[in-house]
Nanobody, 125 residues
């Protein structure tokens, strides 16, 4: 079992930036791929970004490429999502996830095995 706690959400104007953080309880944090997903009411949860355990490999959904950056600090058991040039369509609840599959499969399978509680991001236009 692993606990994930997200922080950093909030209200921002279009074009602005936010950084989300996700702290994990697992001591073997660096062995697992991590990812961010988002969900708006009435829609399925969608993949946003994933990162390999060593931090060397990242994947993004097309709509955030060039604007969002996922990173991790294994010494702090924390993964981050830096979100720049935010758009109103980025408004969503963002969830951190850890998975037993690799970062590529997290994207291909839209898979997370453990989830955080979510943090709201609202972008005003």
């Amino acid at each position: 079992q692993v606990q994930l706690v997200e922080s950093g959400g909030g209200l921002v104007q279009a074009g602005g930036s936010l950084r989300l953080s996700c702290a994990a309880s697992r001591r073997t944090f660096s062995s697992y791929s991590m990812g961010w997903f988002r969900q708006v009411p009435g829609k399925d949860r969608e993949f946003v970004a994933s990162i390999s355990g060593d931090g060397d490999t990242t994947y993004y959904t097309d709509s955030v490429k060039g604007r969002f950056t996922i990173s991790r600090d294994n010494a702090k058991n924390t993964v981050y999502l830096q979100m720049n040039s935010l758009k109103s369509e980025d408004t969503s609840v963002y969830y951190c996830a850890v998975s037993a599959v690799n970062a590529h499969k997290m994207r291909e399978q839209q898979r997370g095995d453990y989830w955080g509680q979510g943090t709201q991001v609202t972008v005003s236009s």
